[in-house]
């Protein structure tokens, strides 16, 4: 009964902003969000969202290091360009320097056919437009089969199943959320490609509200500021 009513909620769920795209962010202008392995504040995430009339554009920044008794062990650094065409996704682009290995991706839509069109230190080729860049912030993401990585393009076919309702506290805050988790199709992924990550959305604004998942530590991105 359980696993039924948490299905029936999923779908109702999708059809309440199937045809929302990134409509329900037209509020906000910025997100940052703080990162944390094993409870210890290591960096942030940032989106910055500029508008022109139907037009949107978001500027991303990742910035994180691991340190161990001074010492940095893992240093992360990542920025990114998103781009929406009234509210379709048109394009994208990131670097990244993963530990002094440097990592791109470069996403393009085919005018003709409406096929994305990749380019990326992990995968280069054209795919149809029905998934989605894993930037997370979209909630569109739950409703897809795949998603690209923002940081090598690599397309990771995915299952979503709905967790169900839960309220989260971020320092004074307590948010109303659904929680998805989002893992791996593929079982012949070795265990470091494997996707497993659970996310929360607020229930009312589907606004990206955290995400945590389990790799060589337990990591969260918890929001900060939101404008």
């Known amino acids: 009964?359980?696993?039924?009513?948490?299905?029936?909620?999923?779908?109702?769920?999708?059809?309440?902003?199937?045809?929302?795209?990134?409509?329900?962010?037209?509020?906000y202008n910025y997100l940052e969000y703080e990162l944390f392995r094993n409870n210890k504040s290591i960096g942030y995430h940032k989106y910055k969202f500029e508008r022109n009339g139907d037009n949107l554009v978001v500027d991303s920044e990742v910035d994180f290091k691991i340190t161990k008794f001074g010492v940095v062990l893992y240093k992360y650094y990542a920025k990114g360009v998103e781009k929406y065409i009234n509210g379709v996704f048109s394009g994208f682009n990131s670097e990244t320097n993963q530990n002094k290995k440097e990592k791109y991706v470069k996403i393009t839509l085919d005018q003709k056919d409406k096929k994305l069109i990749i380019d990326g230190?992990?995968?280069?080729?054209?795919?149809?437009?029905?998934?989605?860049?894993?930037?997370?912030?979209?909630h569109e993401i739950v409703q897809k089969k795949a998603q690209i990585s923002a940081v090598s393009g690599r397309i990771i076919e995915q299952k979503v199943e709905f967790k169900g309702k839960e309220e989260i506290k971020i320092g004074d805050k307590v948010y109303k959320t659904l929680r998805f988790?989002?893992?791996?199709?593929?079982?012949?992924?070795?265990k470091d490609k494997k996707l497993n990550t659970e996310i929360w959305y607020e229930e009312d604004t589907f606004l990206w509200v955290k995400a945590a998942f389990d790799k060589t530590g337990y990591w969260e991105y918890r929001l900060k500021k939101l404008k």
């Not at 039924?4 to 509020?27: G, M, P, Q, R």
């Not at 149809?128 to 979209?138: K, L, M, P, S, V």
């Open 121 to 138: 230190s992990s995968f280069k080729g054209k795919v149809e437009n029905d998934i989605i860049i894993g930037t997370w912030w979209n």
């Open 1 to 27: 009964m359980k696993k039924f009513l948490l299905s029936i909620a999923l779908i109702l769920f999708f059809n309440l902003e199937i045809n929302a795209h990134v409509d329900h962010y037209s509020k």
């Open 181 to 190: 988790n989002f893992s791996s199709s593929d079982p012949s992924l070795s």
